[in-house]
């Protein structure tokens, strides 16, 4: 049975940062494509930053690039999201993805991961 666990989130002013964790358990030891989603009440899930298994292929939407940074540690079945100079419109409810296959067509679609965390929520203040 796959899990995943975030925490991390919390409450910021504008300008500061704040990093989440996601700890995975049952995932394969090989292979996994992993992510952070967020999402507002009453909107869509927007793919934030997705990392392949090794780490040679990262993804950003457009709105964080520059600003947030994945990286993975598969030693300890951990993702991360380093999220910097932070907006008020950053502020969302974030969410750990994970899928079985590799990083190759629609990383940033929700239909592509087979796995959720609970999510872990991130306020920005102006």
């Known amino acids: 049975q796959v899990q995943l666990v975030e925490s991390g989130g919390g409450s910021v002013q504008a300008g500061g940062s704040l990093r989440l964790s996601c700890v995975a358990s049952g995932l394969p030891r090989s292979g996994t494509c992993m992510g952070w989603f967020r999402q507002a009440p009453g909107k869509e899930r927007e793919g934030v930053a997705v990392?392949?298994?090794?780490?040679?292929?990262?993804f950003y939407s457009d709105s964080v690039k520059g600003r947030f940074t994945i990286s993975r540690d598969n030693g300890k079945y951990s993702l991360y999201l380093q999220m910097n100079n932070l907006k008020p419109e950053d502020t969302d409810m974030y969410y750990c993805a994970a899928d079985r296959a590799t990083c190759s067509v629609d990383v940033e679609r929700v239909h592509k991961y087979n796995y959720w965390g609970q999510g872990t929520q991130v306020t920005v203040s102006p």
């Open positions: 990392i392949s298994f090794g780490g040679s292929y990262r």
